[in-house]
């Protein structure tokens, strides 16, 4: 089996969210079970060229792509993928050294219109032949249209069908109506009701949904949800008529990067027999937030972009309500200013309690993941949701509001083998009834050590995961 995976964003080279820690490692598990993957990614200017070794294909590189009536020249870098698997970078600096990886620009659409064609394009100098086209997300939900109506004449790809995963149904590349004869298509594809039309508007992942042979998400309670007009952000009619080829499968998590036992990034090692040394790393994160280390007092973890999606409405009604409480909370994220400024505000009104860091911060992640007693992720919707894993996995009891991949993966304590707290209602009066519950168990040492070992024995590695994938390509 031959596949390509086109991403935007890809561990260890470049990272935003969830998104790159799947693209980093998928396709590596995927490898191991026989299947020959190649990656392609942008080449933002953020990516160490250096630090990973990348180097220019002469053969692949100096080809242009056409964006009306200008002519964007790329290169392609490349690389080995962990030492084992072929990642290619499409180069084309105009488009994409802007000193970050996503833009309001007004040409974000042409960005990712040169990257899915420049993919195409060295797939036929390499030429070589994949079976699928794994896209994901609107960056590269045109390639499935592409391949129907603009390459194929090209033999290369007569056998070739395409998959595309939504991990975030939030965003969909809607741009203004000529992005469709931007994209090479002619104008009259864009129809009204049509497959690229979106409310007067041109929309890639729909188009995306339409063209691809078969749509897969990230989790299965997701998958059932985007079909609904709560969640499907106005897509939920084009996702029911492609119903039974849309699946869903959970997201695997890289163990090599996430687990307490190895993790190079975080003070002391420790494992469920040595789970004393979680608190070493109590320690350490709370040294590093300034605040004291005070026996019998929980300390609450947050790694999250700082975004609406993520519910932090929630978090600041919970503060403001039980602040009085005996709790501590240290927050991680970069996002929207809106949710900084809470942040801050928070952290000035209460610094003996909450400690803020707005910023990206990969070992501080790392460090509060495995420091924290209890991690909140009351998201409004979450796709998959990785943070949920990887707490679990690190004995860090996860506190979610009970949809997408984190109904798929956490389970209430108040239920047979519960591994963490999770509510329906995005409410105060939700997330309140689980921060009780979370204070209650934290109350009761050997209960709570129960019910942290279910969480670190959980396998949630990729071999299922990726074993899942396989199958779709095979139905392909
Ligand atoms: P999403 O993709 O919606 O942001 P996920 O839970 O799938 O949510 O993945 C988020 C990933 O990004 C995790 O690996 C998480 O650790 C990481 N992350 C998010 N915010 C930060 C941050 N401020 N610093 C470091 N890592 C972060
Ligand atoms: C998205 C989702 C997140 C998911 C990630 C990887 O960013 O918000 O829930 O885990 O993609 O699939």
């Known amino acids: 089996m031959k596949v390509c995976f086109v991403s935007s964003e890809c561990v260890p080279y470049i990272k935003t969210g969830g998104l790159a820690d799947v693209s980093g490692s998928l396709p590596l598990s995927l490898s191991g079970l026989n299947t020959d993957v190649k990656i392609f990614i942008p080449m933002y200017d953020k990516i160490d060229r250096q630090k990973y070794n990348l180097v220019k294909l002469n053969e692949l590189s100096g ?4 964006i009306l009536n200008m002519k964007h020249q790329y290169d392609v870098y490349h690389t080995k993928h962990y030492g084992k698997i072929d990642a290619y970078f499409i180069d084309c600096p105009f488009y994409f050294s802007r000193g970050v990886v996503y833009t309001s620009d007004i040409d974000e659409n042409e960005r990712y219109i040169l990257f899915q064609h420049a993919v195409l394009k060295s797939l036929q100098k390499l030429g070589w032949s994949p079976d699928v086209i794994h896209c994901n997300d609107w960056q590269s939900s045109l390639i499935p249209s592409m391949l129907k109506l603009q390459y194929s004449w090209d033999n290369l790809f007569s056998n070739t069908k395409s998959l595309l995963s939504i991990h975030n149904i939030g965003y969909q590349g809607v741009f203004p109506s000529d992005s469709v004869v931007k994209a090479g298509y002619g104008e009259s594809l864009y129809v009204l009701g049509g497959p690229f039309e979106f ?7 729909k188009a995306g949904i339409y063209y691809s042979d078969i749509v897969s998400t990230v989790s299965p309670s997701y998958a059932a949800e985007i079909q609904t007009p709560e969640f499907g952000s106005g897509l939920e009619g084009v996702l029911r008529a492609r119903g039974e080829n849309v699946f869903g499968i959970l997201n695997g998590i890289d163990t090599n990067d996430w687990s307490p036992v190895s993790d190079n990034l975080i003070a002391k090692n420790y494992s469920y027999k040595s789970l004393k040394d979680k608190y070493v790393n109590k320690s350490e994160l709370l040294k590093l937030s300034g605040l004291k280390n005070e026996d019998n007092v929980p300390l609450f973890g947050i790694v999250s972009r700082l975004a609406w999606q993520k519910g932090f409405e929630l978090i600041v009604e919970l503060m403001e309500k039980r602040i009085g409480d005996n709790f501590k909370l240290v927050v991680l994220g970069a996002g929207e200013e809106k949710y900084e400024e809470y942040f801050t505000k928070l952290m000035n009104d209460y610094p003996d309690k909450i400690k803020v860091f707005l910023e990206y911060n990969n070992k501080m992640a790392h460090l509060i993941t495995a420091g924290s007693d209890f991690f909140f992720m009351p998201s409004r919707y979450e796709p998959c949701g990785l943070n949920q894993m990887y707490s679990l996995n690190y004995g860090t009891l996860p506190i979610v509001r009970n949809v997408g991949g984190l109904a798929d993966t956490v389970i209430d304590v108040d239920k047979v083998n519960g ?19 979370a204070l209650k168990l934290y109350s009761d040492k050997q209960k709570m050590k129960t019910v942290i070992g279910r969480g670190m024995s959980s396998d949630f590695s990729w071999d299922k995961s990726a074993k899942e994938y396989l199958s779709l390509y095979s139905k392909l």
């Open 199 to 205: 409310n007067g508007f041109a929309n890639f992942l």
């Open 419 to 437: 591994n963490g707290f999770s509510f329906d209602e995005f409410t105060l009066e939700g997330i309140e009834s689980a921060f009780d519950k």
């Open 63 to 66: 080809d242009s792509v056409s």
